[in-house]
């Protein structure tokens, strides 16, 4: 697989959870067993505001020609979803979601292990 069609497919996956976070905030934080709080929604839906834009970030690094740019956009990306595993994992086995959030965990690790290959790897497209 390249790197781009890679980013092409982290886009997707951000845009879906951007979707669903934005457009459905009480049933995903109910899918995951939490209380669909006022604050609950209110931080799903920022969180998927950035997941819109964290998903036009790897839709154009997909198409960029610099491999400079894409080698720091792979890097930061790599270095944020490393960070998402972490929390998620932490959120995971303390019991804040019910077994729904082991998918975002393996999500989340997926991802990274992906950009790290990318980014470490293998050469540039």
């Known amino acids: 697989m390249?790197?781009?069609?890679?980013?092409?497919?982290?886009?997707?996956?951000?845009?879906?959870?951007?979707a669903l976070e934005l457009l459905v905030p009480a049933?995903?934080?109910?899918?995951?067993?939490?209380?669909?709080?006022?604050?609950?929604?209110?931080?799903?839906?920022?969180?998927?505001?950035?997941?819109?834009g964290i998903g036009l970030i790897c839709w154009s690094a997909s198409?960029?020609?610099?491999?400079?740019?894409?080698?720091?956009?792979?890097?930061?990306?790599?270095i944020g979803d490393t960070i998402g595993f972490l929390v998620s994992l932490l959120g995971q086995l303390s019991g804040t979601t019910n077994t729904m959030g082991w998918g975002i965990v393996a999500i989340w690790l997926l991802l990274a292990v992906g950009l790290g290959y990318f980014r470490f790897m293998q050469p540039a497209d």
């Open 63 to 78: 198409k960029a020609a610099r491999s400079d740019l894409r080698q720091g956009i792979l890097l930061a990306l790599f």
């Open 27 to 52: 049933t995903l934080v109910s899918m995951l067993g939490g209380s669909a709080a006022p604050e609950a929604v209110y931080m799903t839906r920022t969180v998927g505001a950035a997941f819109v």
């Open 2 to 18: 390249k790197q781009s069609a890679f980013l092409t497919i982290k886009a997707i996956v951000c845009f879906v959870f951007a």
